[in-house]
């Protein structure tokens, strides 16, 4: 099984500055096809999770250009270059290369 | 817009099985392009992914569950299903259904579109 590894697990951010989170994977996330299947999700307090970014930094319909995801291999990030108020949630990375797995997710708050 | 929704077992008791069936509108199911994938989340926990199903045909299954698991798709209802036996306390989550954009060949993109959830609590 592929494990999927977030750093940190909470992620306390000032208003207005950038935020990074890390994710690792125990296998490389390479096809044969050449792309990488690894996306970001954010969860908001009682929501359900939205997918911000697919194949590594493919930005989902609506989601604002202050996310940015990059990495390759078994080595990724997601950045938020200035936190908003409505940032604040559970960011989870999800491998789709081997199966399905989630990382343990990073929670992100305004201090 | 395609929307997913989750019927509502509410309290299932140990060792039986927890029936959820996901109900897809304003989209057809059997769309060449879209896996259909269930995941759950505990209480205050992080999410797991149990089981995807294409176009009414292949199946995936988390490794961890295969042994109690069975999707299925109704192309005529729209409808997924996903049946876990002998289901224990360990099992309570909030289950969501969601659709998995997929290249014929290829891995997926990820789940685009997520239901409300549905609670599920073993308990006797």
């Known amino acids: 099984d592929v494990v999927m590894t977030q750093s940190p697990l909470s992620l306390p951010v000032t208003l207005g500055q950038p935020a990074s989170i890390s994710c690792r994977s125990s296998?490389?996330?390479?096809?044969?096809?050449?792309?990488?299947?690894l996306s970001w999700f954010q969860q908001r307090p009682g929501q359900s999770p939205r997918r911000l970014l697919y194949?590594?930094?493919n930005r989902d319909s609506g989601v604002p250009d202050r996310f940015s995801g990059s990495g390759s291999g078994t080595d990724f990030t997601l950045k938020i270059s200035r936190v908003e108020a409505e940032d604040v949630g559970v960011y989870y990375c999800?491998?789709?290369?081997?199966?399905?797995?989630f990382g343990q997710g990073t929670r992100l708050e305004i201090e | 817009q395609v929307q997913l929704q989750e019927s509502d077992p509410g309290l299932v008791k140990p060792s039986e099985t927890l029936s959820l069936t996901c109900t897809v509108s304003?989209?057809?199911?059997?769309?060449?392009?879209?896996?259909w994938g269930w995941i759950r989340q505990p209480p205050g926990k992080g999410l797991e992914w149990i089981a995807s199903?294409?176009?009414?045909?292949?199946?995936y299954y988390n490794p961890s569950l295969k042994s109690r698991l069975s999707i299925s798709v109704d192309m005529s209802k729209n409808q997924v299903s996903l049946k876990l036996r002998s289901v224990t306390a360990a099992d309570t989550a909030l289950y969501y259904c969601?659709?998995?954009?997929?290249?014929?060949?290829?891995?997926?993109?990820?789940?685009?579109?997520w239901g409300q959830g549905a609670m599920v609590t073993v308990s006797s």
């Open positions: 296998q490389s996330l390479v096809y044969s096809d050449g792309n990488t299947h």
């Open positions: 999800m491998q789709t290369t081997h199966l399905i797995t």
């Open positions: 199903i294409y176009n009414g045909g292949t199946t």
């Open positions: 969601a659709r998995d954009p997929v290249m014929v060949g290829a891995p997926s993109d990820g789940f685009d579109i």
């Open positions: 304003g989209g057809s199911i059997s769309t060449t392009n879209y896996l």
């Open positions: 194949k590594v930094s």
